[in-house]
């Protein structure tokens, strides 16, 4: 049975030889049970020396395949580029930095094995060695989509999974330009059973992210997933017109019964009433522009990725 463990890889030069090693050992150690792996290995436009690591790698090993773009995609489009490759019967996701740790995956095979679960993922339950901001943010971000989202996309969760035929499959069929893995995964449902490991730092090179990449990353998981944001439009409006409608009322009872015409003191109050309608209906708008500009983008239909060469046999 064959099993393909697949890696994204953006400027890995220095953590690949590492990762290769730890696949290797994994290779070995799960030998005897007749299984056979492919490593495919997804370079995601690397500016560094990533592309001649992998050529080197694969000229000794016939099991290491890869695929290359043409520029830099982004993870997910590796991601999805990586399974469209895998020809395995069971296929795993992990990052090249050793975050994921390779020896969790022989434990990950058995449980597929027992036909207990579909996917078994991998989970943080620290977040050492992280800034203390960013944790925070991303404790928000997964309180605030858990909330508006029907699915349940769990925090600390990683793209680390190790996944059978028909869960790949069925992620592929989702065919959107736009991925946000966090929610795919949850979304196709299956079951899943989740191992919980420390947080590990990254073996060499750094981290791709930004705080302000993640934050995009997170607005876009919002809208990708849910259109509840829309809905509080809907509703402040809803407030505000029945608010207004109020002191509407209040004033001309005020003038019939009370005869006071006017007030001289309005002014300011006027100002920042104005002021705050209108920045509620800007945001209402930019809301809204968020949902158009992914139907645009979606509609152009455009491919997820663009090889620019690999070494996937298309025959079998
Ligand atoms: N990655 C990628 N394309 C990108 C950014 C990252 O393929 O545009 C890969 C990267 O090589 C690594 C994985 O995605 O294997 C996770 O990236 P990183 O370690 O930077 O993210 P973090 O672990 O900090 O969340
Ligand atoms: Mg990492």
């Given at each position: 049975?064959l ?7 953006y ?12 696949l290797?050992?994994v ?17 995601d436009?690397?500016?560094d ?10 000229s000794?090993?016939k ?25 395995g ?12 740790p ?22 943080r ?10 944790s925070f943010f ?17 925090d ?7 996944m059978?035929?028909?869960?790949v499959?069925?992620?592929?069929s ?16 299956f079951?899943?059973r989740?191992?919980?490991?420390e947080?590990?730092?990254r073996?060499?090179?750094e981290?791709?992210?930004?705080f ?12 990708a997933?849910?259109?509840?944001p829309?809905?509080i ?13 109020g ?7 005020r ?8 007030t001289?003191?309005?002014?300011p109050?006027?100002?920042?009433f ?5 920045g ?6 930019g809301?809204?522009?968020e ?6 983008v979606?509609?152009?239909?455009r ?10 046999r298309?025959?079998?």
């Amino acid at each position: 049975m064959l099993i393909s463990l697949v890696v994204p890889c953006y400027n890995e030069e220095a953590a690949l030889p590492i990762l290769y090693q730890a696949l290797c050992e994994v290779r070995d150690s799960v030998k005897d049970s007749g299984r056979t792996f492919e490593f495919i290995f997804v370079n995601d436009g690397s500016r560094d020396k990533t592309a001649e690591v992998i050529r080197g790698l694969a000229s000794s090993d016939k099991d290491v395949k890869y695929v290359f773009f043409s520029r830099n995609f982004g993870k997910e489009a590796a991601m999805y580029a990586g399974m469209e490759a895998a020809k395995g019967e069971y296929v795993a996701i992990l990052d090249a930095d050793m975050q994921d740790p390779p020896s969790l995956i022989p434990d990950m095979i058995k449980s597929l094995d027992s036909g207990e679960c579909d996917i078994v993922a991998a989970r943080r339950v620290t977040r050492k060695g992280e800034p203390k901001i960013r944790s925070f943010f991303a404790r928000m971000f997964y309180k605030i989509i858990n909330k508006m989202c029907d699915v349940e996309i769990a925090d600390g969760a990683r793209d680390f999974r190790l996944m059978t035929r028909p869960v790949v499959d069925a992620i592929l069929s989702m065919g959107e330009k736009q991925r946000f893995s966090k929610g795919i995964f949850a979304w196709v449902g299956f079951r899943t059973r989740w191992i919980e490991h420390e947080n590990v730092e990254r073996v060499a090179g750094e981290t791709k992210w930004s705080f302000w990449k993640l934050f995009k990353y997170a607005v876009d998981g919002i809208v990708a997933f849910t259109t509840a944001p829309l809905r509080i439009a809907t509703y402040t409006g809803m407030a505000l017109a029945a608010g207004a409608f109020g002191y509407l009322l209040y004033y001309f009872i005020r003038a019939i019964i009370m005869k006071i015409w006017t007030t001289n003191a309005g002014y300011p109050s006027l100002l920042c009433f104005i002021l705050f309608i209108g920045g509620l209906v800007l945001m209402a708008l930019g809301l809204i522009g968020e949902y158009i500009g992914r139907i645009y983008v979606e509609t152009k239909a455009r491919p997820i990725y663009i090889k620019s060469e690999d070494n996937i046999r298309q025959d079998t």
